[in-house]
């Protein structure tokens, strides 16, 4: 199992920037992709960015392309989430998550996923 611990978050104007952080901690070595998912209040699950550990695969859901950037340092075990232009309709708790499975189009899938963190909050204000 990988412990997930998120950091970062929090209140930001519109327009703002805001750096997530994903610490993993446990079986890191298992770890083969990272993702970030996101929840607003009242609406399902959504898919934001994922990233190969080990590859050059990296995915976004288009409502973020060319705002976020996912990235990886290996050697510290974290993960990224760089938010730039934040938008009111980003305010959300965002997860992320870690899988041993290969890269798949499954990625956008949260089912997909076997290890979460606990989540931290993210709120943009018009």
């Known amino acids: 199992q990988v412990n997930l611990v998120e950091s970062g978050g929090g209140l930001v104007q519109a327009g703002g920037s805001l750096r997530l952080s994903c610490a993993a901690s446990g079986r890191t070595f298992g770890i083969s992709r990272m993702a970030w998912f996101r929840q607003a209040p009242g609406k399902a699950q959504e898919f934001v960015a994922a990233i190969r550990w080990n590859g050059p695969n990296i995915d976004y859901t288009d409502s973020v392309k060319g705002r976020f950037t996912i990235s990886r340092d290996n050697a510290k075990n974290t993960g990224y989430l760089q938010m730039n232009s934040l938008k009111p309709e980003d305010t959300a708790v965002y997860f992320c998550?870690?899988?041993?499975?290969?890269?798949?189009?499954?990625?956008?899938?949260?089912?997909?996923?076997?290890?979460w963190g606990q989540g931290t909050q993210v709120t943009v204000s018009s």
């Open positions: 998550a870690a899988d041993s499975a290969g890269w798949s189009s499954t990625v956008r899938r949260g089912d997909s996923w076997s290890d």
